[in-house]
């Protein structure tokens, strides 16, 4: 059974910087994708960034490009989304998932398994 667990997230003022971690068990990040959502209440969820598990290609949201950083750790079965700059605008709850293509992409009907969410506060 493929699990995928987030952590890092929290609390922080506009400028700061957060870490996301997202371990996954049951599948390998070196031969499936991953990707970063987000759900800002009252809102839909939407893509924040991607990560292809061939050569490490990446792809973010206009709005986080320039700010956020998605990598991987194939050793550690782990990606990350490395936060900087934050705004209040980021403020959401942040999913992980997993994608069996090559990218995932930004849609999420090309992810199968997803985390259950860790929790982003910007405050101004």
């Known amino acids: 059974q493929v699990q995928l667990v987030e952590s890092g997230g929290g609390s922080v003022q506009a400028g700061g910087s957060l870490s996301l971690s997202c371990v996954a068990s049951?599948?390998?990040?070196?031969?499936?994708?991953g990707g970063w959502f987000r759900q800002a209440p009252g809102k839909p969820r939407e893509f924040v960034a991607a990560?292809?598990?061939?050569?490490?290609?990446?792809y973010y949201a206009d709005s986080v490009k320039g700010r956020f950083t998605i990598s991987r750790d194939n050793a550690r079965n782990t990606i990350y989304l490395q936060m900087n700059s934050l705004k209040p605008d980021d403020t959401a709850v942040y999913y992980c998932?997993?994608?069996?293509?090559?990218?995932?992409?930004?849609?999420?009907?090309?992810?199968?398994?997803w985390g259950q969410g860790t929790q982003v506060t910007v405050s101004s």
């Open positions: 049951g599948r390998s990040f070196s031969n499936h994708a």
């Open positions: 998932a997993t994608s069996p293509f090559e990218v995932g992409g930004t849609w999420e009907s090309r992810y199968d398994f």
């Open positions: 990560i292809s598990w061939t050569d490490g290609r990446t």
